[in-house]
């Protein structure tokens, strides 16, 4: 069946300081792939998603690009922020499903 | 527009006792998702609705657990008996047929005493 694997965290970063929080997956198909943010207290939000091999999905400074031949999508930002603290979650849709597989989360601390 | 609305966002109760989370997705989405999460587990797909028709219920820990979409607006998710193990945040997601993303509400923390 489908798997994200995300790298374990926590992750700690000083201020400015670059992120990348490995996302790699198990599918059947071809799937869509995503990373969402959960800040404190909150429902998860989609952060920025790919949808076929070699797209690079962007928002708020944070990239990911849909490598199908190392079946990754590794999320990175040049110069992270305090206000980036967050858990971050890789996911899948494979082909026409509607539910999503989730990674089991990264969280990243970001301290001044 | 207003975002997926989960109610109550709190909820302690004993074990044994009738619990009932309510979700309102975003009007026009047709895809309804019901979370939980947990430290030891992350977060679990419990079930999903398409047109208010409960597709993959897979996810359901056991038959303490039900939910329910009577009409486009409205779904519950039901536990009876609830138990300690019970005890997570439970999430509501809903998505249009078009886009597929989906639209978490701010979740239910549950506690089971």
């Known amino acids: 069946g489908d798997s994200v694997t995300q790298m374990e965290g926590p992750v700690t970063l000083s201020e400015e300081a670059f992120l990348t929080i490995n996302c790699t997956y198990t599918?059947?198909?071809?799937?869509?792939l995503f990373w969402y943010v959960q800040y404190p207290g909150e429902g998860l939000q989609l952060l920025l998603k790919?949808?076929?091999?070699?797209d690079k999905g962007s928002n708020k400074g944070f990239e990911a690009t849909y490598r199908k031949e190392t079946t990754s999508f590794h999320l990175e930002k040049g110069s992270v922020q305090v206000s980036d603290s967050a858990v971050y979650f890789c996911?899948?849709?494979?082909?026409?499903?509607?539910?999503?597989?989730f990674g089991s989360g990264t969280q990243l601390t970001v301290l001044p | 527009d207003a975002g997926v609305i989960q109610s109550p966002r709190h909820e302690v109760t004993e074990m044994g006792q009738e619990v009932t989370l309510r979700c309102k997705p975003i009007?026009?989405?047709?895809?309804l998702f019901w979370y939980r999460q947990t430290m030891m587990r992350g977060l679990e797909l419990l079930i999903y609705?398409?047109?208010?028709?409960?597709?993959?219920d897979s996810g359901m820990p056991e038959d303490r657990f039900s939910a329910k979409m009577p009409n486009a607006s409205f779904s519950t998710l039901k536990i009876q008996p609830s138990e300690p193990r019970d005890s997570a945040v439970y999430f509501c997601?809903?998505?249009?047929?078009?886009?597929?993303?989906?639209?978490f509400g701010p979740g239910t923390r549950l506690t089971v005493t």
């Open positions: 997601a809903s998505s249009r047929r078009t886009d597929y993303e989906q639209y």
């Open positions: 599918a059947t198909g071809y799937p869509s």
């Open positions: 790919a949808t076929k091999a070699d």
């Open positions: 996911a899948l849709r494979d082909g026409s499903a509607r539910q999503l597989t």
């Open positions: 009007s026009g989405h047709n895809s």
């Open positions: 609705f398409n047109n208010n028709v409960p597709i993959d």
